[in-house]
Nanobody, 114 residues
């Protein structure tokens, strides 16, 4: 059974940093294309970053240069390092298989205050 558990969210001031983690079980994370998504109530879920099985990465323009996606194959865990956070980054963050957003976990809340 595929399971993803996000953690690492919290409340920070603008300019601060957080590192989100996504522990995967039921599949080998580095063999899948994985994404970090975020959603604000009343808005669609948006792709923030993606890492492919071959290691190539993608970032949404709004986070490029501030966020870094990575994975630890020994821990079967996906990460999102978020620096220079802005209030508009506030959202529930999810990790999921890129091909199946329904695989996402329960999410972790990020709140950035100005």
């Amino acid at each position: 059974e595929v399971q993803l558990v996000e953690s690492g969210g919290g409340s920070v001031q603008a300019g601060g940093s957080l590192r989100l983690s996504c522990a995967a079980s039921g599949f080998i994370l580095h063999e899948a294309d994985m994404g970090w998504y975020r959603q604000v109530p009343g808005h669609e879920c948006e792709l923030v970053s993606r890492i492919s099985s071959d290691g190539s990465t993608y970032y949404a323009d709004v986070v490029k240069g501030r966020f870094t996606i990575s994975r630890d194959n020994t821990k079967n865990t996906l990460y999102l390092q978020m620096n220079s956070l802005k209030p508009e980054d506030s959202a529930m963050y999810y990790c999921a298989k890129y091909s199946d957003i329904a695989s996402r976990g329960q999410g972790t809340q990020v709140t950035v205050s100005s």
